[in-house]
């Protein structure tokens, strides 16, 4: 499974930024999918999810502020991020659980990453 991550970039405090990401391959079936963030210095963190039924979860800090949303028929998660802080630039990596079309266990896979900078 390949996830292409997309939408990143340099934005000012208070701006926007949609992310995507493509998941493509094998793909039998798609369970949760999220996007994840690290800034340098910090670990990993989850930043939003959301389950193949539409469920979803968000880090206290981006509530009100960010949507994650899916298209399961495109197998695509995006994160629409408004009113964007300085505290929020990192490098934001996508994830899914899938399962592969000859595989009956689901795996995690990651997008490659894309910047996220927000100035002051």
């Known amino acids: 499974v390949q996830l292409q991550a997309s939408g990143g970039g340099l934005v000012q405090a208070g701006g926007s930024l949609r992310l995507s990401c493509a998941a493509s391959?094998?793909?039998?079936?798609?369970?949760?999918m999220g996007w994840y963030r690290q800034a340098p210095g910090n670990e990993r963190e989850l930043v939003a999810a959301?389950?193949?039924?539409?469920?979803?979860k968000y880090a206290d800090s981006v509530k009100g502020r960010f949507t994650i949303s899916r298209d399961n028929a495109k197998n695509t998660v995006y994160l629409q991020m408004n009113n964007l802080r300085p505290e929020d630039t990192a490098v934001y990596y996508c994830?899914?659980?899938?399962?592969?079309?000859?595989?009956?266990?689901?795996?995690?896979?990651w997008g490659q990453g894309t910047q996220v900078t927000v100035s002051s």
């Open positions: 994830n899914a659980e899938a399962r592969l079309v000859y595989s009956g266990t689901y795996y995690p896979y």
């Open positions: 959301i389950s193949s039924g539409g469920s979803t």
């Open positions: 391959g094998s793909i039998f079936k798609i369970n949760d």
